[in-house]
């Protein structure tokens, strides 16, 4: 369920993705996605808890209720950034490091709903490895990738933060780091520690991980629901609808994680060969990422988004659609909007 996976199975036939893509009108009105079709939502991956709230909110009758006919997207290789920016798909799963880029790259997008509050994804190493004890220890290593921009940004600047130089090299492997970091021929890799980290100790090769926040790097918004903007603009009840909806399905996952975890089994079956797995993931994200300071699940603030997304422009490495360094720092305020969420009781 990482930002930076590919799939370990591509699970779009052309037929589906021809009916995606033939759909790409943003306007309209109306109680579906607009000139009467549904409302399209691109998962990031194959379903997890990282989408428990959309299935939730889907089991529970909630999309219904709001009069919204919601259709999940098969997941495949395309991300949910670019589907939803051309218009192929009206909401989707994101982050705030690939929706960074993106955005500055010209993707017309919007994060409309905070579904992480914070990093879920830590630097990890085999527990066995004594020689590494901080991050600093991987300086010479070799990091198992996924071939995203922000990848070596963040780990060298991590690196850096706890004293290291920030020199290592990096394989590109996908989903295969895994792999390779429990047979260990990388040194090094960037699992969610709700999935990965919790699956890595049940399959008896437990992992040793570094949260970047402990060593000074800045927090972010780790999962993002981002909308199609001029959908968005042209569709703003139905939006609001469809936002409030899914908050309402985080929320119930937040204060009741097994009842959470037993609606996104129920709402895929099959799919989950391990119910601890999913369990326990619910559980450490209700306990420790979807919930804000106040205790409000959803909220986004333009500290937080100036936060991580100002230190990568600050780093350079933020480039604009002519792909060259963006030389104005970007407004954060306009990439999100709380305005579709439910108001304060």
Request: aromatic fraction near 12%; glycine fraction near 12%.
């Amino acid at each position: 369920m990482s930002s930076l996976r590919v799939p370990r199975v591509l699970a779009v036939l052309g037929a589906v993705l021809a009916f995606v893509l033939a759909g790409c009108s943003a306007g309209g009105t109306g109680n579906g996605g607009g000139a009467g079709r549904p409302i399209r939502v691109a998962l990031d991956w194959t379903p997890n808890t990282n989408h428990t709230g959309l299935f939730v909110a889907q089991q529970e009758g909630w999309f219904r209720q709001a009069g919204l006919d919601v259709q999940f997207l098969p997941y495949n290789n395309t991300s949910p950034d670019t589907l939803v920016s051309s218009g192929a798909a009206d909401f989707g799963i994101s982050f705030q490091d690939s929706f960074t880029f993106s955005k500055a790259a010209g993707a017309d997008i919007t994060s409309v709903m905070a579904v992480l509050q914070h990093w879920a994804t830590e630097i990890a190493v085999r527990a066995d490895r004594t020689d590494i004890t901080s991050p600093r220890d991987l300086d010479g290593k070799t990091y198992g990738g996924f071939g995203a921009a922000y990848e070596g940004p963040k780990m060298r600047a991590v690196i850096k933060d706890a004293g290291g130089t920030g020199t290592f090299s990096t394989v590109v492997l996908g989903t295969a780091a895994y792999e390779a970091l429990y047979a260990g021929q990388v040194d090094f890799t960037e699992p969610f520690v709700a999935w990965e980290g919790i699956e890595a100790g049940m399959r008896g090769q437990p992992l040793k991980t570094f949260a970047y926040t402990d060593y000074g790097f800045p927090d972010a918004y780790n999962v993002l629901l981002i909308g199609n903007s001029p959908w968005l603009q042209a569709n703003p009840d139905a939006a609001a609808r469809f936002v409030q909806a899914a908050q309402r399905g985080y929320q119930l996952a937040a204060d009741d994680p097994a009842l959470g975890a037993k609606l996104l089994t129920d709402a895929n079956p099959g799919a989950f060969t391990e119910p601890e797995l999913v369990t326990r993931s619910q559980e450490m994200l209700s306990a420790q990422f979807l919930r804000d300071e106040s205790g409000r699940v959803g909220v986004q603030t333009p500290e937080k988004w100036a936060g991580y997304s100002g230190w990568v422009f600050d780093s350079g490495a933020l480039t604009g659609p002519d792909g060259r360094p963006l030389t104005q720092r970007p407004d954060f305020s306009t990439w999100f909007t709380n305005d579709y969420l439910a108001p304060v009781s």
